[in-house]
């Protein structure tokens, strides 16, 4: 069958059935993902806004629980967020946290960083465009700046990351974010973090991992040490 007959059939399917024809929960969550406006402030592969985080590697970075606490109610979990509570039913929730867990990368069909836009940037430049784009902003902040909250760690919040450069070389520092780490919890008696540094290697080859490291050393002259974040940081 060719390729527009298919697609024209779909067409008149989805018309004529009602919306729970769709099987696949991660079709489902993908059109409710469209149909509710997320995508005009998230990107999923090269679509979408960017006033929120791009969520091409959502399911790589944050598990299927905490996507679901935090659609749930996002002010729960941040009280500083911009994003609004949609107040969803629980089985749009379940069917976004599918679509959504399933992103790990793959919608992108070139990575922003290797557009021939970004290859003859300087390895701090492409380092930032990666630090965005793959979602280490959605944890340490614009800009590394932090902010963001995790739960039972030290302060409430997972580290800025303006300062490494007095802690690491760039060496510990690739090696870092290649491994990943998990946060020691504050307080044993309570539920882990469930936030937790994500394995890079499996994702991010060397050289990118190494204009990330660029990138964060380019952060520390910039910025005075303990200089406080403003409010536009987050
Ligand atoms: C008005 C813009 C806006 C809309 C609309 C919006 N979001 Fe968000 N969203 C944000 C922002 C901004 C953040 C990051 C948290 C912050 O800084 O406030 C965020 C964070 C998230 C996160 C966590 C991101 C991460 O990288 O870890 C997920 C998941 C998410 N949104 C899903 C959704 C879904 C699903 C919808 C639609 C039901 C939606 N968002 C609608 C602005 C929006
Ligand atoms: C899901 C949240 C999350 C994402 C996404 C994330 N990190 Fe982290 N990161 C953490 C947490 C939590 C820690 C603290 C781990 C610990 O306590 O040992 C951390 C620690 C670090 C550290 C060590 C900082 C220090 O002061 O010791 C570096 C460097 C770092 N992250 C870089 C990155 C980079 C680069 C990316 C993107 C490629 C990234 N992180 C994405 C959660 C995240």
Excluded at 34 to 55: E, Q, R, S
Excluded at 116 to 143: M, Q, Y
Excluded at 180 to 198: E, F, H, K, T
Aim: proline share 8%; glycine share 10%; charged share 20%.
């Amino acid at each position: 069958m060719n390729r527009w007959l298919i697609a024209a059939l779909a067409v008149a399917v989805t018309a004529c059935s009602p919306q729970s024809a769709l099987q696949d929960p991660v079709a489902r969550g993908e059109r409710d993902f469209g149909g509710l406006g997320c995508v005009k402030c998230h990107k999923v592969g090269d679509t979408g806004g960017a006033w929120g985080p791009d969520l091409t590697m959502l399911g790589f970075r944050k598990s299927p629980a905490w996507i679901d606490s935090w659609l749930m109610d996002p002010h729960a979990w941040n009280p500083k967020t911009v994003m609004p509570n949609f107040n969803l039913n629980a089985s749009t929730r379940a069917d976004l946290v599918a679509y959504l867990s399933a992103q790990k990368g793959q919608a992108w069909r070139e990575k922003p960083w290797a557009a021939p836009s970004a290859a003859a940037l300087p390895a701090a430049e492409r380092g930032r465009i990666i630090f965005d784009s793959v979602g280490c902003v959605s944890c340490h902040g614009k800009d590394g700046y932090g902010g963001y909250p995790n739960n039972n760690v030290a302060g409430g919040l997972i580290n800025s990351l303006t300062l490494v450069t007095e802690g690491y070389s760039k060496h510990e520092l690739h090696e870092k974010i290649k491994g990943g780490a998990v946060p020691i919890p504050n307080d044993s008696r309570l539920p882990a973090p469930m936030l937790q540094m994500p394995k890079w290697g499996e994702k991010l080859d060397a050289a990118e991992i190494d204009a990330v490291v660029a990138y964060l050393y380019s952060l520390a002259p910039k910025k005075a040490p303990g200089a406080r974040p403003s409010k536009d940081d987050f």
